[in-house]
């Protein structure tokens, strides 16, 4: 079993839809949650980085952690076309490595 | 905000040749940086960890003596693939840990392709 699971997709809604991402994880011991997007050839920008359990809202992007339930998630309110791209979950124990989901490849249809 | 810049972006090879990956943070002090190879259409996959002022630690089945790790100040890492072969192409991405706030930054990333 992969400490992360994230499927990857690709995952297609129409511009304006709230869009859910999730992963689910195995290790408890990861208390540091990452959301990164990647657009095609280019290194993951960090969007959402949130401590322990609890909501973080930043914009467009909430992220949600449920660490009784292994559980995270990141939602997109009014999606954009420019929100096309691959988001990864990262999570990590504290500083040091990240342990990344495969990705979810999303695509906001005009 | 905080950047981090990698260089090349691009790098195309002969078989045999080596290449240096260089990995800079440019407005934060990096303790650790790690370095990532992606192949097309997989997640990031963990190289080493690159500590200043010591050696790397790698991951298992990466080889050292291939892929050499030098993290000889605080904003500055570089990765050198040696003797590159095609099976060497990838996308190599590194990350920098900010010392102060522990949060990390991606690279842009640099596709190496080795003919």
């Known amino acids: 079993q992969k400490e992360v699971e994230q499927d990857p997709g690709p995952l297609s809604v129409p511009e304006g839809a709230i869009v859910s991402l999730n992963c689910t994880y195995s290790n408890s011991a990861f208390q540091y949650f990452m959301w990164y997007r990647q657009y095609s050839r280019k290194g993951p920008e960090l969007l959402m980085y949130?401590?322990?359990?609890g909501n973080k809202e930043d914009g467009r992007f909430t992220a949600q952690v449920d660490k009784s339930s292994k559980y995270i998630s990141l939602f997109i309110r009014d999606s954009q076309p420019s929100d096309s791209a691959t988001y990864l979950c990262a999570m990590t124990k504290g500083n040091e490595k990240l342990t990344f989901g495969t990705g979810t490849r999303l695509t906001i249809i005009p | 905000g905080a950047v981090v810049s990698q260089h090349p972006s691009r790098v195309i090879c002969k078989s045999g040749t080596s290449v240096k990956i260089e990995c800079r943070s440019l407005d934060f002090q990096a303790t650790t940086m790690f370095w990532y190879r992606q192949f097309p259409k997989q997640s990031l996959m963990l190289m080493a960890t690159s500590n200043e002022g010591s050696k790397a630690t790698y991951e298992q089945g990466v080889e050292k003596d291939k892929f050499l790790i030098n993290h000889a100040s605080l904003t500055l890492s570089t990765l050198t693939v040696t003797s590159a072969h095609p099976e060497d192409s990838s996308f190599y991405i590194c990350?920098?840990?900010?010392?102060?706030?522990?949060?990390?930054?991606f690279g842009e990333g640099s596709r190496l392709t080795v003919l």
């Open positions: 949130t401590y322990s359990s």
């Open positions: 990350s920098a840990s900010n010392t102060l706030t522990g949060e990390l930054f």
